[in-house]
């Protein structure tokens, strides 16, 4: 009673404390009480023992979510014991003993029920005991007074939105979960007895100093904490008070409730029936057990956002924030495992990506959503070692799919009536299952034949297709090669080099040996080759008449290549010398065009066009049009960037409708108007490559590494591909390069592991009812041996009520992916000014949002906040509005360069897209000197961290290595050892770097250089990266290669990233 009296004056006295804020009653009655949680982890095997009964279920009126197990095993017996539910009267935590080592401040244990003695105040806030109320309600902390003088803030929010309640399951045995609605945060005397878990900041400042201590390199332990690696031995030193408000600028994480038996999950504002707090983490273990004494400092509400402060003196101009505490992508894409992890049996992320893991339950809760909801899809991604998709064969049987819905059988299917009916995850129609795949189920509800059916335990699969999935026989691989002899193609070596790599991949092309190949070559007329296998030496034809093209050998110009072998080589051989005195300039593209496709329209294939000047000849002949600089600036802008010509939009119409996939390399330095030729590619599925100003000694290894990899990679041909959803979503545009079919069909003549699509999600209702939404990926394909398969992803995702789970959940790199797309797209119809605005509005809005969760709760100020998962979407932002597709206007990139990068990125995998728009900046003179081996080296990550991207980052005395993923560019500072660049560059070190080559030289430095570019090559083998070398202080070499690109600095009149961060928080304040 005593205790009890005491801890009611308490109350009373906090609540006189803060008048303006709403006092939380002495009696269960709270505005904020929500239920009691559901356990957030889950395991396993199911609770076995006495203390199964003891977790407390959600209201029946509660949307259940029942997510598939993860795998921190069954608790048995008494393991279980460790999460009871807490008894009334109980406070927090003190189901469990106190910590045997003896701390400051901590009562002797006197029993399990004894409450906590009233706190000594002192210099620092004790936290009371927790109040408790009638069974089944929640365990609240009364608000307490923070004393005097300022402290970092320590985040986890209160929100009084109720989410819906998840189902139980199995705890961990290590592990900690989230009270409900409250986290009470860290206090700085538990954090004295943390040895692994070092402070955010110092005790107190280094004398003069404006911002925080500089923090050597961490490890976060939670996402969005960042907690520094001590030593095992290091005591830290006990603190007696914060005396010292956080500097201006300083970076304030959300802390995690180490003093709480309950995990604060970052993205989750601590309310466990969310579900995020079902999402089975594997966390990080307690490091000291015994350290959860509900003790902490606390400023008012914890938070569960990051931000930082953003504030100047008055009569400055200076922000008050330091650029060092801003989030960067240096670990490269440290993707969100959430939904894997929550839902095991989906596909892999490398195949399918949502924006956000959370879909809405709701169109009004879809529309608060600003940033794209949908998804970026790469069907035959690279799968590692060892994970490779299985087959399966129904044989007899045929595909197993859903009668309604047209779903294929998969891992979220269920089995009933004994096994003779599967009801649909999507539609939930029952379906009979056929004789021959009848199994008998155990007494759980699973097949007994479960491990042997791969197609319910994988997220994907492949199906061996029947007959009934072809209109035709499936097709052989074809190539057929389109290539400009021009005058401008000769001179560049080109010729030379595309025969040589041709050559070198026949042994390799997929398919044999059933694949096909054929020849056209044009300049002012059309040469024609007939390869048929009894010659011994090919036969050109060549046809004059531009305006009436008819095929003179129908028959032999595609030949099988392993019969006609000999004549290809034959041909190989001697093509580079036959036009080598050609002075030709004129170039008959467009009859050349429809000529090919004659020759390929029975069968289909991939064309590849070799292109080296603009059209001038015949029907598709172009005109100059990008030098016209009056127009930029003005509505007809993007005239510049659409097709000139409706003729090849309606060959690549063409082309699609008869299975034939067609990529593009452009070599010339003057302009081809790539804006046009390039919607051969966009709308047939295939690819642009860009050589601008190509040079054979300069570009050979890029372009033979590049043409061999397009030639030998595994194709899916004559391909179609629809994504299915759950009742109540729906795909609604999709964006990339291909053909739309129908309102969901996509054509996709040729796919290879190297190519991603996006599309758009929308609600159908108005509310959603079912708690899971599932997606299906069908990719129905001939592949090169000849089968006709069918590639199937499935992927489920909750559906959440709440704004803050979706932000939560979301996908940082799925989100730029399909930003991206938009953006582009958008510069085909509008400014390139209006684009770039178009991407920063949609993150202000969704910024403002998030900010308007949190803006009753907490005293924002002039902080900047952010969800942890989006922490770098305004720096991606930042730095799409930079790329070479968006930046700037006319003096900022050729028309044909914008147009080349645009067409790629629209086909971009995630993590190649992010690289290319963050590329990674690192220091190696350092590592060239070292003795260890590569291997040895590629362990330690601090070598190979990446290095903001701005000029500050760049020592004269040092090497860096710049990497975007298509290029290297090698940066030499001016005061670096001349033996070094001698050592690396041979006698050359001197001379004008733009005539240097870099090759191997005789000596330990510049073969660790040679073997860390392979390294980095070999890891993605999608592109080549040919090496550029930039002295410092070299214009305007220096600028090209290397300045423009660090897109943190103020370049050419655009926003560093330190002023577009100031710039986003002043617009997400205007109307926040």
Not at 255 to 271: D, E, I, K, L, T
Not at 518 to 527: N, R
Not at 583 to 602: C, D, H, I, W, Y
Not at 744 to 753: G, S
Request: hydrophobic share 35%; aromatic share 10%.
């Amino acid at each position: 009673m005593i205790h009890l009296r005491r801890e009611e004056r308490f109350f009373e006295k906090m609540g006189t404390e803060y008048p303006s804020s709403p006092a939380i009653p002495s009696r269960p009655a709270s505005p904020f009480s929500v239920p009691q949680s559901s356990t957030p982890f889950k395991s396993s095997g199911p609770v076995v023992g006495p203390e199964a009964s003891a977790f407390r279920h959600a209201p029946p009126s509660s949307t259940q979510i029942t997510p598939p197990s993860s795998s921190s095993g069954s608790m048995v017996g008494t393991e279980a014991s460790a999460f009871r539910t807490i008894p009334s009267g109980m406070p927090n935590g003190a189901a469990r003993p106190p910590p045997t080592s003896g701390f400051p401040n901590m009562p002797p244990a006197a029993g399990p029920y004894q409450p906590f003695p009233a706190p000594q105040f002192s210099s620092i806030a004790q936290v009371p005991p927790p109040r408790t109320s009638l069974a089944g309600q929640p365990v609240l902390w009364p608000p307490v007074r923070p004393v005097s003088g300022s402290f970092s803030t320590s985040p986890v929010s209160l929100n009084p939105t109720q989410p819906t309640p998840v189902q139980m399951g199995s705890p961990p045995q290590s592990g900690s979960m989230v009270q409900p609605d409250i986290v009470a945060p860290r206090s700085p005397i538990d954090s004295q007895f943390s040895a692994a878990r070092a402070t955010m900041q110092q005790s107190s400042p280094t004398a003069g100093s404006v911002y925080p201590v500089a923090r050597p390199s961490f490890q976060s332990s939670f996402p969005g904490y960042i907690s520094q690696q001590t030593t095992a031995g290091a005591q830290a030193q006990p603190r007696q008070s914060l005396a010292f408000p956080p500097q201006p600028g300083g970076y304030v994480p959300p802390m995690p409730a180490a003093s709480s038996p309950y995990f604060a999950q970052q993205g989750c504002y601590a309310a466990p029936p969310s579900v995020a707090s079902q999402l089975g983490h594997p966390r990080e273990q307690i490091r000291h057990p015994g350290s959860t004494h509900p003790m902490a400092v606390m400023q008012g509400l914890v938070e569960d956002f990051s931000s930082f402060s953003i504030g100047s003196v008055p009569g400055s101009f200076d922000s008050g924030l330091d650029s060092k505490v801003l989030p960067r992508p240096l670990e490269g894409d440290l993707e969100r495992n959430t939904l894997s992890e929550m839902f095991p049996l989906n596909c892999s992320s490398r195949y399918l990506r949502l924006t956000t893991s959370g879909i809405p339950n709701s169109q009004s809760l879809a529309s608060r959503w600003h940033l794209p909801l949908g998804a970026v899809v790469c069907p035959l991604a690279e799968a590692p070692n060892g994970e490779e998709v299985p087959v399966v064969n129904f044989a007899q049987t045929g595909i197993i799919r859903c009668k309604r819905c047209r779903t294929y059988v998969n891992p979220y299917v269920t089995f009933t009536d004994s096994g003779r009916k599967w009801r649909c995850n999507s539609c939930a129609l029952l379906n009979d299952v056929p004789g021959e795949y009848f199994a008998h189920l155990d007494a759980r509800g699973r097949r007994i034949d479960l491990d042997q059916r791969p197609e319910l335990t994988k997220g994907s699969v492949e199906f061996i297709a029947p007959t009934d999935y072809m209109v035709r026989p499936p097709m052989p691989p074809l190539y057929f090669f389109l290539i400009d002899v021009s005058v401008s193609a000769v001179r560049s070596g080109m010729l030379e080099v595309v025969a040589q790599t041709i050559k070198s991949c026949l042994d390799n092309l997929p398919g044999f040996p059933r694949t096909q190949i054929g020849f056209i070559t044009y300049d002012s007329t059309l040469h024609f080759y007939n390869m048929k296998s009894s010659l011994n030496q090919p036969q050109m034809m060549v046809m004059s008449d531009l305006d009436d093209v008819f095929i003179p050998l129908p028959d032999d110009l595609l030949v099988n290549l392993s019969e006609s072998r000999t004549v290809v080589d034959a041909f190989l051989d001697s093509f580079p010398s036959m036009f080598q005195e050609n002075t030709n300039v004129e170039s008959a593209f467009g009859p050349a065009l429809r000529a090919a496709f004659m020759v390929m329209s029975q069968l289909g294939g991939k064309l590849l066009i070799f292109q080296h000047s603009l059209p001038s000849l015949g029907v598709g002949r172009l005109r100059l049009r990008g030098d016209d600089i009056r127009v930029y600036g003005t509505d007809k802008e993007h005239i510049l960037r659409i097709p000139e010509d409706p003729f090849y939009k309606q060959m690549a119409a063409d082309f699609t409708k008869n299975q034939v996939a067609v990529n593009l390399y452009g070599f010339s330095d003057k302009y081809t108007d790539l804006a046009t030729l390039g919607t051969l590619a966009k709308y047939t599925g295939g690819q642009v490559y860009y050589y601008p100003s190509f040079q054979a000694a300069v570009h050979k290894d890029k372009l033979c590494h590049e043409l061999a990899r397009d030639l030998t990679r595994e194709t899916a041909w004559e391909s179609v591909m629809r994504i299915r959803c759950g009742k109540g979503v729906r795909f609604t545009t999709y964006h990339g390069n291909f053909m739309l079919r129908s309102t969901d069909l996509i054509a996709l003549p040729a796919v290879d592991c190297d190519k991603a699509y996006a599309m758009q999600l929308s609600l159908e209702e108005t509310l959603l009812t079912s708690q899971t939404v599932y997606f299906q990926v069908a990719l129905l394909y001939t592949s090169s041996s000849g089968e006709r398969r069918i590639r199937v992803h499935t992927a489920a995702a909750p559906v959440v009520a709440d704004l803050g789970e979706m932000y939560r959940m979301a996908d940082t790199g799925a989100i730029i992916s399909l930003f991206t797309r938009l953006a582009i797209e958008k510069t085909l119809t509008s400014k390139l000014e209006e684009a770039r605005n178009s991407v920063q509005l949609r993150i202000v809005k969704a910024l403002r949002e998030y900010r308007n969760l949190h803006a009753v709760q907490h005293r924002l100020g002039g902080r900047m906040i952010y969800p942890e998962s989006l922490k770098c979407l305004p720096l991606y932002g930042l730095a799409l509005c930079k790329s070479i597709a968006l930046r700037g206007g006319y003096a900022d990139a050729q028309p044909d360069e914008r147009c080349a990068a645009g067409y790629t990125m629209m086909a971009l995998p995630v993590k190649k897209m992010l690289k290319l728009l963050y590329p990674q900046l690192i220091r190696i003179d350092e590592y060239l000197l070292k003795k260890t081996s590569l291997a040895e080296d590629s362990k330690d990550k601090d070598i190979w961290k990446g290095l903001p991207l701005a000029a500050g980052s760049l020592d004269p005395q040092g090497l860096y290595l710049y990497d975007d993923g298509f290029r290297f560019v090698l940066w030499f500072g001016s005061m670096l050892s001349p033996d070094r660049v001698k050592n690396l560059l041979g006698e050359n070190f001197a001379a004008d770097y733009s005539k240097v080559s870099l090759r191997e030289q005789d000596n330990e430095i510049s073969r660790n250089l040679m073997g860390l570019l392979n390294k980095y090559r070999e890891s993605d083998s999608s592109y080549y990266q040919l090496s550029y070398l930039v002295r410092q202080g070299e214009k305007p070499r220096e600028g090209y290669f290397l300045l423009t690109n660090l897109i943190e600095d103020p370049v050419g009149g655009a926003n560093g990233y330190l002023d577009w961060i100031m710039q986003l928080h002043r617009q997400v304040q205007q109307n926040a």
